[in-house]
């Protein structure tokens, strides 16, 4: 009997033993896959050895890099391609080299390290362009655009792929790459349709959609990248868009919809994945919004009671969006303070969110450094550990094994005693459980309203915190307002320069982006009006600089030479230079828009140069419209090398015009429309040519009305549109400044 039982708990050991280190062995296995792949990474190379043996090490320090990176290992993947440049560079490979720094530009944006990315790749294009390797540069750029666009830098990722990418990849046959360039182009278009509620472009939603269906039709399998799941997504959420865009036409708005539909829940599915909390909100409002149309509020309330119900590290962000559905449906049932109110406590928990996530990003950047010592740390002590655990898990499933084997003969030898009362301790026990359940429930409900207690004392903390900082912020932005307005030109210097005048000077937000400057050498009037990247506190920042720049430039340059566009050569070269800007290494890309004009009161000869900005000049009601050039002063991809001066002879009737592109950008309502469109320069021109004969004091009243009577809506129930941008207009007669 004995000998049987010993039998018996030797057999359960092995096959509880076997079961434990199952996973283990299967771990085993890869890592020693992973061991083969290491040989030449962990061999200690001589400085005899021969090239090869060079290669075969960065190879295999390659090989390794993509198995992190798959398996999430990005800092380990770090590691890998910073050792493996190493070798590359001292065999001096450019091959190697430009391998080695395209994945560590790779790796660097996954890091979310923008600026290391970007240089890294650079360094890879030089590499592959001396070597002639078109295949690869168009990878690089692919690679590149992705970066960019994901952190909102637009024009770049399009010339990536419109100058290069398509370019290449249409002249080497490569249908793969062909399909990813038109993907990303997709994404593209639909960022930038999405990012800008207050203004959507309807063709950009189109080339949406242009791009995706020309990538569906190229027959090629992405499925090893994420770039069948883009497609997916982005196709999902541009035939939403479309939907809402046709709602006036019944076949296009069903068409689009049912569209949508079929791909609907695998693209929510493929979302939710990823753990993108904004991307998640935004497709589980489509939902929503979808079964609202549907008339199914009952499945609609399902969905946002269990994202609210959801108790996780992202618990506020599941507020804010349960909160936003519930707004819809409240709305729906035409409940429309309950829609109101939930509306409030959504964009509460939108703020606090937005606060913790700055502060995290914060935190995270300050410390990146101390971050990586402690991982190398943690990971060195992982290794030291790593042997010691195997050990200790053997011991462990041995004494657990055996314990369980005393257990089952103590519990096989209780069983007959346990059956003469089981049906007195099976009563016992449902009362038990009835009063255990009645405790469990009162204290759940204690625990809840003690929960929802501390949750608004902690939403109410979080506004008077916001609402302080808000009072803070506004005081400080008024005195800088202040100190902007001391710098400009008063009203009496612009009369005594160029007698009587038109001036519009609106803020959108208390200081602004844009300036105005004058000045007078001699016989010479000069006149500039600049736009600054931006507006508010960024843009007043960059219009100080701009005023300083002028004063400087101006005084420095010699008086017989004086021109235009030298003016702006000059503040380019200072404003690149004071913001450390290069053509592709600077994060920086702020720049100045500006018209400036200098007159010459003995010849009646006017210069004209122009960044971005145009000179109108109207001429016995004639427009006659003078461009800029198409950059700025600033960096910028397709810069040319000087500004281009224009020489215009003034006649005494003409009138001068110089603006931003505030005025001709504002957003508003066409007689008869109920979606709001821009103002246009067609429509600002031909204001001006009704109104340039009459004095300026005059056609600045009939300028704002103008401006006002289109923000306001014509129909009601739509509000009158915010001033979209700082607003700056300067009119001149020829006959007052020639006198």
Not at 380 to 396: D, F, N, P
Request: glycine share 4%.
């Amino acid at each position: 009997m004995k000998l049987r039982l010993l039998i018996i708990i030797i057999l359960v050991v092995c096959f509880i033993s076997q079961s434990c280190f199952k996973g283990r062995s299967d771990e085993n296995s890869e890592e020693s896959s992973l061991e083969k792949m290491m040989y030449y990474t962990d061999k200690k190379i001589g400085k005899d050895e021969d090239t090869t043996v060079y290669i075969k090490k960065i190879d295999s320090l390659m090989s390794l890099l993509r198995e992190n990176i798959k398996r999430g290992k990005i800092h380990e993947a770090f590691d890998n391609v910073k050792e493996a440049n190493f070798w590359a560079d001292t065999i001096g490979s450019a091959k190697q080299l430009a391998r080695c720094y395209y994945y560590w530009g790779l790796v660097s944006a996954r890091m979310n390290n923008v600026s290391i990315s970007d240089k890294n790749y650079y360094s890879s294009l030089i590499y592959h362009k001396k070597m002639g390797d078109e295949k690869n540069i168009s990878m690089v750029f692919r690679s590149w655009t992705r970066s960019s666009y994901e952190n909102n830098i637009f024009d770049s990722a399009r010339a990536y792929l419109h100058d290069y990418c398509i370019n290449i990849d249409k002249s080497l046959g490569d249908k793969r790459g062909l399909k990813i360039d038109y993907i990303y182009l997709g994404e593209i278009a639909l960022r930038l349709y999405r990012i800008t509620p207050a203004k959507r472009d309807y063709n950009s939603l189109q080339t949406a959609y242009e791009n995706f269906n020309i990538a569906k039709n190229i027959p090629v399998d992405l499925s090893e990248t994420d770039c069948d799941e883009l497609l997916k997504t982005g196709f999902c959420e541009t035939y939403y868009y479309l939907a809402e865009e046709n709602k006036d036409n019944p076949a296009l708005h069903k068409a689009f919809t049912d569209s949508c539909r079929y791909d609907f829940d695998d693209a929510i599915n493929i979302i939710a994945q990823s753990n993108d909390m904004e991307d998640y909100t935004r497709f589980f409002l489509m939902k929503i919004k979808m079964l609202i149309a549907d008339g199914d509020i009952k499945t609609a309330q399902k969905l946002a009671d269990s994202v609210n119900a959801v108790q996780d590290t992202a618990a506020f962000y599941h507020k804010e969006t349960a909160m936003f559905a519930y707004s819809l449906i409240y709305e729906a049932q035409k409940n429309y303070s309950k829609a109101l109110e939930c509306k409030k406590q959504a964009e509460i928990f939108q703020k606090t969110n937005s606060y913790y996530r700055n502060s995290l990003i914060s935190s995270l950047s300050l410390g990146r450094g101390q971050m990586e010592n402690e991982r190398n740390k943690a990971y060195a002590k992982k290794m030291e550990l790593e042997g010691r655990t195997k050990s200790v898990m053997m011991i462990s499933a041995i004494i657990t094994t055996f314990i369980i084997t005393i257990l089952i003969i103590i519990t096989y030898s209780r069983n007959r005693y346990k059956k003469a009362n089981k049906i007195i301790s099976s009563q016992k026990q449902e009362i038990e459980i009835k009063n255990a359940n009645l405790i469990a429930k009162n204290e759940e409900i204690k625990s809840q309203n003690e929960e929802i207690l501390l949750r608004n004392e902690e939403i109410s903390k979080q506004s008077e915190i916001i609402k302080n900082y808000n009072h803070e912020l506004t005081s400080s932005i008024n005195y800088a307002s202040r100190i902007q307005y001391a710098a400009l030109p008063t009203n009496e210097v612009l009369s005594q320069l160029f007698g009587e005048n038109l001036l519009i000077y609106s803020p959108k937000d208390i200081v602004s982006g844009d300036f105005y400057w004058c000045s007078q050498f001699a016989n010479y009037k000069i006149l500039a009006a600049g736009d600054c990247t931006g507006h508010g506190v960024p843009g007043a920042l960059l219009s100080m600089l701009g005023i300083s720049y002028l004063e400087y430039v101006t005084r420095n340059l010699d008086k017989k030479q004086l021109t235009a566009s030298e003016i702006l050569d000059r503040m380019k070269a200072i404003l690149k230079n004071t913001l450390k800007q290069s053509d592709y290494e600077s994060d920086n890309r702020d720049a100045i828009d500006m018209a400036l004009i200098i007159v010459d009161t003995d010849t009646a000869q006017m210069q004209f140069a122009g960044a971005n900005r145009p000179l109108i000049i109207i001429r016995n009601g004639e427009v006659l419209r003078t461009k800029g050039d198409s950059m700025p002063i600033g960096v910028f991809l397709a810069e040319k090398e000087h500004f281009t001066n224009n020489i215009i002879q003034l006649e005494k009737e003409d009138r001068i015009y110089l603006f931003s592109d505030g005025i001709p950008d504002q957003f508003g309502y066409r007689e008869g429309r109920t979606e709001p469109e821009i103002f246009t320069m067609k429509r600002f021109l031909s204001l001006l040519t009704e109104i340039y004969f009459k004095p300026f004091d005059i056609q600045k009243i009939e300028i704002v009305k103008a401006l006002k009577r289109w923000r306001k809506p014509k129909s009601l129930g739509f509000e009158t549109c915010e001033q979209t941008d700082d607003n700056l207009l300067v009119g001149l007669s020829a006959e007052n400044v020639l006198k």
